[in-house]
């Protein structure tokens, strides 16, 4: 069994900058993707990076966010900069077992519970 916990979620102001963190247990994941979803306001969960081999961003956070990881720690983060206050949500990291980076929750079989950030105009 795997257990993803994120960190690092908080408040700041338009412009500023935060960094989430997930640790795994359970399982190294070397080979795997990980990935940061937020809530968003439809039925799904929004898709906002991954990393296996190579990454993908959603349009709406190119050149502002940066994930990477560090397998020997089992961890990934979320470098988030420019923040926006429609970047407001609660942030999930998610593994999948997929090396193609997938952009849909279902292929994601492990999630966090979510860390909360709030961006203020």
């Known amino acids: 069994q795997v257990h993803l916990e994120e960190s690092g979620g908080g408040s700041v102001q338009a412009g500023g900058s935060l960094r989430l963190s997930c640790t795994a247990s359970?399982?190294?994941?070397?080979?795997?993707?990980m990935a940061w979803f937020r809530q968003g306001t439809g039925p799904e969960r929004e898709f906002v990076a991954g990393?296996?081999?190579?990454?993908v961003y959603a349009d709406s956070v190119k050149g502002r966010f940066t994930i990477s990881r560090d397998n020997a720690k089992d961890a990934v983060y979320l470098q988030m900069n420019s923040l926006k206050p429609e970047d407001t949500d609660v942030y999930y990291c998610?593994?999948?077992?997929?090396?193609?980076?997938?952009?849909?929750?279902?292929?994601?079989?492990?999630w966090g519970t979510g860390t909360q950030v709030t961006v203020s105009s």
């Open positions: 998610a593994l999948s077992p997929r090396t193609e980076i997938p952009t849909s929750r279902p292929n994601y079989y492990y």
């Open positions: 359970g399982r190294t994941f070397n080979g795997n993707t």
């Open positions: 990393i296996s081999y190579y990454t």
